[in-house]
């Protein structure tokens, strides 16, 4: 069974820096690409980073280029998100996803339940 | 950027009747060498993360009811529920992932009349 548990979220001053963990089990990690995707309270759906299956390729999205970086541990089937310079706006649940399949253009089919990263001083 | 469009906002629909969501993107996310509609729509509901229902428009996932559908062409997309149930009662939302960034729709709300 596919098993994501996302970690590390919490209460954070504006300008602070913290790093999002996804604990993988249930599939083989290292053959699918990994997405991030965040949900501020009330709001929609709101599309972070993805990583390919090696990790060779990254995207993000423009709200977080530059202060986020993703990353993966294939050796530990666990999925990162660096975040720096924090900002109120980044307030949200962070969900990790896997994807379809091992590229980055690919859906996600199973999710995580979430943290919450509040940013507030 | 691509911008995902949804329509209606929300609905109210009787139990057993016919739902249908429309979603339409800003420009094609058709790859013509597959041939594939690079458009996913999921479901969420409170308090869940969300859930895959199709993938290239039309591909159903796996343990998705046969009362969902989806399908389209071109920019314009649509998820169908066939006969309403109590446990559709949920936010469904479209994502592209055909270009970067992959960005959803802004979601549309069905609940029961």
């Known amino acids: 069974e596919v098993h994501l548990l996302e970690s590390g979220g919490g209460l954070i001053q504006p300008g602070g820096s913290l790093r999002l963990s996804c604990a993988a089990s249930g599939f083989s990690f290292r053959t699918f690409a990994m997405t991030w995707v965040r949900q501020a309270p009330g709001k929609g759906l709101d599309w972070v980073s993805v990583?390919?299956?090696?990790?060779?390729?990254?995207y993000y999205a423009d709200s977080v280029k530059g202060r986020f970086t993703i990353s993966r541990d294939n050796s530990r089937n666990t999925l990162y998100l660096q975040m720096n310079s924090l900002r109120a706006e980044d307030t949200a649940i962070y969900y990790c996803?896997?994807?379809?399949?091992?590229?980055?253009?690919?859906?996600?089919?199973?999710w995580g339940q979430g943290t919450l990263l509040t940013v507030s001083s | 950027d691509i911008v995902m469009t949804q329509s209606p906002d929300s609905l109210a629909v009787s139990l057993g009747e016919r739902a249908t969501i429309n979603c339409k993107s800003s420009q094609s996310v058709l790859y013509s060498s597959n041939n594939n509609f690079y458009l996913a729509w999921y479901q969420q509901k409170p308090g869940q993360p969300p859930k895959l229902l199709f993938y290239?428009?039309?591909t159903r996932e796996s343990g998705v009811p046969d009362r969902f559908s989806g399908s389209g062409s071109g920019t314009d997309f649509t998820l169908t529920i066939s006969s309403l149930q109590a446990e559709d009662v949920a936010v469904y939302y479209c994502q592209q992932y055909y270009t970067i960034p992959f960005t959803f729709g802004p979601g549309t709300k069905v609940d029961i009349k």
């Open positions: 290239w428009a039309s």
């Open positions: 996803g896997k994807g379809v399949g091992g590229t980055y253009d690919s859906p996600n089919d199973y």
């Open positions: 990583i390919s299956d090696s990790g060779e390729r990254k």
